[in-house]
């Protein structure tokens, strides 16, 4: 059974920095897209980072680049660093995984979805 699980969420002041991990368990990864989304409040889930091992391309949503660093450690395991946190990026957070390769920003493309951890971000 193909399980993620996030941790490292919590709150922080603006300006702080976080970094949340998902592990992987059930299968290897390596080789196929996997990201992060989060969902705010009363908002849709929203794309935040992507990974594709196609050349370890990194991909980000406008609102977070600069700030937040995707990375892999071996086939299991994704981190996201998050910098110069502000109020907006509070959230819950996803890491998502899929069984194709490549990467998307569209939520559908994921076949497998952790937890979420809640990111706090106060003014």
């Known amino acids: 059974q193909v399980q993620l699980v996030e941790s490292g969420g919590g709150l922080v002041q603006a300006g702080g920095s976080l970094r949340l991990s998902c592990a992987a368990s059930?299968?290897?990864?390596?080789?196929?897209?996997m990201g992060w989304f989060r969902q705010a409040p009363g908002k849709e889930r929203e794309f935040v980072a992507a990974?594709?091992?196609?050349?370890?391309?990194e991909y980000y949503a406008d609102s977070v680049k600069g700030r937040f660093t995707i990375s892999i450690d071996g086939a299991n395991t994704m981190y996201l660093v998050m910098n110069s946190l502000k109020p907006e990026d509070t959230g819950v957070y996803y890491c998502?995984?899929?069984?194709?390769?490549?990467?998307?920003?569209?939520?559908?493309?994921?076949?497998?979805w952790g937890q979420g951890t809640q990111v706090t971000v106060s003014s």
């Open positions: 998502a995984v899929s069984r194709v390769r490549g990467y998307s920003d569209n939520a559908s493309f994921y076949d497998y």
């Open positions: 059930g299968r290897t990864f390596r080789n196929y897209a």
């Open positions: 990974f594709n091992w196609l050349g370890s391309s």
